[in-house]
């Protein structure tokens, strides 16, 4: 079992910068892929980042790519998004999730969810 908690959501101004953070319990989140989705309302959850069990890999969305980062700290448990030159259109809540499979890009990657947090990007 793992669980994942996030924090760091907050608003922003359209350029701005915020990093999230996704704490894990459990003794093998060093054995797990990484993932940051998003969901605004009224869409479905989006894929955005992962990152894989060593670090060494990561994958990003087209529209995220260049601005987010994701990162994580197997001996602090947790995973982090650091999100710059926001836009408006990056509103949503952002979730972490935990895998042990190859499917990084889907929701039904994935076992493990946190309970998301808000990023508001006003422009």
């Known amino acids: 079992q793992v669980q994942l908690v996030e924090s760091g959501g907050g608003l922003v101004q359209a350029g701005g910068s915020l990093r999230l953070s996704c704490a894990a319990s459990g003794r093998t989140f060093s054995t797990y892929t990484m993932g940051w989705f998003r969901q605004a309302p009224g869409k479905e959850r989006d894929f955005v980042a992962a990152i894989a069990w060593s670090g060494t890999s990561t994958h990003y969305a087209d529209s995220v790519e260049g601005r987010f980062t994701i990162s994580r700290d197997n001996a602090m448990n947790t995973a982090y998004l650091q999100m710059n030159n926001l836009k408006p259109e990056d509103t949503a809540v952002y979730y972490c999730?935990?895998?042990?499979?190859?499917?990084?890009?889907?929701?039904?990657?994935?076992?493990?969810w946190g309970q998301g947090t808000q990023v508001t990007v006003s422009s």
């Open positions: 999730a935990a895998t042990l499979s190859d499917y990084y890009s889907s929701v039904y990657g994935y076992d493990y």
